[in-house]
């Protein structure tokens, strides 16, 4: 009994961690620590990870990338969002570490993460809304749990935004899921054959980590316990496993499943005699390469043949809940008892938004700077705002019950196409601007009139396809 109730408190102290977009959370520290931390079962042998021959057939552009850097100086972005399970994976110290070992060519590893209190893939749709789409990784990976068709929406809504590889590993062992020991593969609160075939459908790259660490649990006659830190979270030697079950599947010869240049490409644009530059390009984000110059020069873009003002695609920022807002129950924070998720609706207006809650039931208000008061509705129930721009889902708004009057939460909707591009800098430098994204995944012309004369030079563009296309 005293042991169980150590776990409990242990599980605690764990959940409690989880940082929201802290100095900390986003810095990612290399050590000259072993890949393995304190904590390996005494006596056991060194975890070595199995590599499957199919391992790493969803990573053409991961790998590509990692053996052949990028044309310009930018990070390899990995963004990981998830439960405390993905919190415990670290902040990218293993893959900032291991990476260059294995890919002596690889750009700077970045590593991003958000998680929550025991969050499932239902509440992480919204954060990769407003979290992950915005910034266009490179790898994202989420580990935690959930049902199979909550995965399959998070990743819908991934792989039709960005070109950004996905990896799932299945859930480790714990006690809670002792009595299956032996009998299922699956966890109580994950079903592993259902997403296994999931990611199998939508070419996701999925980890038998689950498989894997029974069996080296097994082959040494170790208790579950043993690489686990309370009931629930791996242990740092278990996190280990799970980060380097997850790097086996980086592997160069792997026979991928996709052309990296069906969704990565990059094209010259052409130079007309007026001194404007035009293509036309197929997906839904394009990103200029350039030289600047101190003569600079600068041009007015136009997509489909109309300026950034009159383009009706969007980005919206994190749903951020105030610091101030109600914590209700153990263990709890604001950001685990909010909307994690909004929509946009029709005739948008860059803006920013406030939700304010107006009782301890669900009710809210919602005003915009520009558009002012736009209704109230409640979180339980499916909402859209007077003049129709911002909807609501409340399946996205997590833990609404514990929300209280005067709670509030902000976000800011602003355009995805920028209005100018200027050359002016150092001589040489390099120009790497996201012209666009978030444009519907389709045929688009792009335009660039001169409206400055310079001397900066356009060297090429980069264009971005996602796998899945918006029906």
Known sequence: MKRFFLFIFLT???LSSNRVESDDSKRSLVTDEPV??????????EYVAKVDPKAGQHFALTLDKLQNGFETDRPFLIWAIGSSYTNMLGSGEFWQREIPKRFPNAPEIRYEKMVGNSCPWQYLRGWARHL?????????ITYTNGKPEDLEK??????????????VPSLHWRMRGQALWGKSESAPDQDVGAVREVCRKYGVEFVESRRDWAAYLTENNLPIESLLKDAVHQSDYGASIVNTNMFAHFQPDA???YDPKGRER???????????????????RVDLIGKKSPAGGAYQILIDGKPASEVETFLMSYVLPDPGNAK?????????????????????IPQNWKIVMTSDTGDFKIEGSVTGPDGKGNAFEAFTS????????????????????????????????????DFRGIEGEVLDLRLAQVLPNAEHSLELIPIEPGSGQIDFLHVFEPPLKEE
Not at 36 to 45: D, L, R, T
Not at 132 to 140: A, F, K, R
Request: net charge negative; charged share 25%; hydrophobic share 35%.
């Open 266 to 284: 990059t094209i010259q644009p052409e130079l007309k005699e007026d001194g404007s530059y035009a293509a036309t390009f197929t997906g839904n």
């Open 36 to 45: 393995f931390s304190m904590g390996k079962p005494e006596g056991a042998p």
């Open 132 to 140: 992950v789409v915005p910034d266009q990784p490179d790898l994202v």
């Open 12 to 14: 605690l102290l764990g």
């Open 328 to 348: 209700v129950g153990r263990g709890s924070n604001p950001r685990d008892q909010s909307p994690h998720g909004v929509g946009l609706g029709a005739g948008v």
């Open 386 to 421: 007077d003049s129709g721009q911002i909807e609501i889902d409340p399946y996205l708004w997590r833990r609404a019950e514990r929300n209280r009057t005067g709670d509030f939460f902000t976000f800011e909707v602003k355009r995805s196409v920028l209005d100018t591009v």
């Open 255 to 257: 026979p991928f499943s």
């Open 154 to 167: 998070l990743i819908i809504e991934i792989q039709s935004q960005t070109t950004a590889d996905i990896i």
